[in-house]
């Protein structure tokens, strides 16, 4: 049993399993505004299980493409996978079940789900390479998470409306601007090693600009899903003034000579942004549906 738990714990760090705290209750904030007619407690349990298995999947294909860099890597050479804890059938096993799985889910939700589903798995799939090819890797991240309020929508309602596409520039923008914050850690080391990111081409004060215009137009695009949602209510508005308060005290933790509070920034503001978005969605129905 010791050697079973040891065994999950590695995968849980291999997959960074506390990462779901960015994506999921931003999937579940959407369905909450994208629904028209509230769908069955199994078909939400459907779109939660391909959000999840989706993640893993981009996750663990970015584990195993990375592993010759994380390997040489001083800030992730201790990951299992660098250090060989958790050996390439492991994680090549995990894509694949995660891979079946993401597609069964897809056609258990409906026909279009499963017809579309090749595309989230193509961008999950070029994103690990971006960094070779391209100075905006962060991007092909923010596609995969402007997809998840498209995909909801097609899966709540067999359409792609307005509101799931300002959703999904929020969502795209967001993840995007903490991911190029994110990658100001690893700097020195992708310039010396050859890879591509924001940072490494315009600088740490302009990677820095950049990841703020990106949460810029987060608050902007989530102030227009505000207005097109026909259930808006105050409370809707007042959390959005305290999300974007949030992502302002997120960048007054990273200075362009002080990078001590990346992962402060990073793991606590952002996942709580995440969280709160959620709750504001929930509690904002709640007022429209029982008090308004």
């Known amino acids: 049993m010791k050697g079973i738990m040891k065994k999950l714990k590695l995968y849980s760090e291999l997959l960074k399993l506390e990462h779901t705290i960015f994506a ?9 505004i994208l629904y028209k007619i509230f769908p069955s407690w199994e078909k939400i349990l459907y779109i939660l299980l391909a ?18 860099f994380d390997k040489k890597n001083p800030r992730t050479s201790i990951w299992p996978h660098a250090c060989g804890l ?28 499963l017809l579309l589903s090749p595309i989230v798995i193509f961008f999950l799939f ?24 498209i995909a ?33 850690q690893d700097l020195e080391f992708d310039k010396k090693i050859g890879l591509k990111s924001i940072p490494v081409k315009f600088g740490i004060k302009n990677a820095l600009r950049i990841a703020k215009l990106l949460h ?20 809707y ?16 933790l990273i200075k362009e000579n002080d990078l001590s ?6 793991f606590t503001t952002n996942g709580f942004v995440s969280i709160f978005f959620f709750l504001v969605i929930l509690v904002n129905n709640l007022y429209y549906y029982f008090l308004k």
């Open 152 to 184: 909801i929508d097609v899966a709540l309602n067999e359409i792609i409306s307005s509101m799931a596409i300002f959703l999904g520039i929020a969502m795209a923008c967001w993840v995007s601007g903490f991911d190029i914050l994110y990658s100001l």
């Open 51 to 68: 959000l999840i298995f989706a993640r893993t999947l981009g996750m663990a294909f970015n584990r195993l493409i990375d592993k010759p």
């Open 24 to 32: 999921l209750p931003f999937g579940l904030a959407s369905l909450l």
């Open 126 to 149: 070029i994103y690990p390479f971006a960094k070779r090819f391209t100075y905006f890797p962060h991007f092909f991240l923010g596609i995969v998470y402007f997809l998840i309020p």
């Open 86 to 113: 958790i050996k390439d059938w492991e994680i090549k096993l995990i894509i694949l079940l995660s891979l079946l799985l993401f597609v069964f889910f897809c056609y258990k939700i409906n026909f279009l789900a």
């Open 261 to 266: 509070k990346i992962n402060k920034a990073f």
């Open 237 to 252: 508005f007042i959390g959005l003034i305290l999300i974007a308060m949030f992502l302002a005290y997120e960048h007054s």
């Open 216 to 235: 810029l137009i987060t608050f902007f695009s989530l102030l227009l899903t505000g207005y097109l949602y026909p259930k808006t209510t105050w409370i």
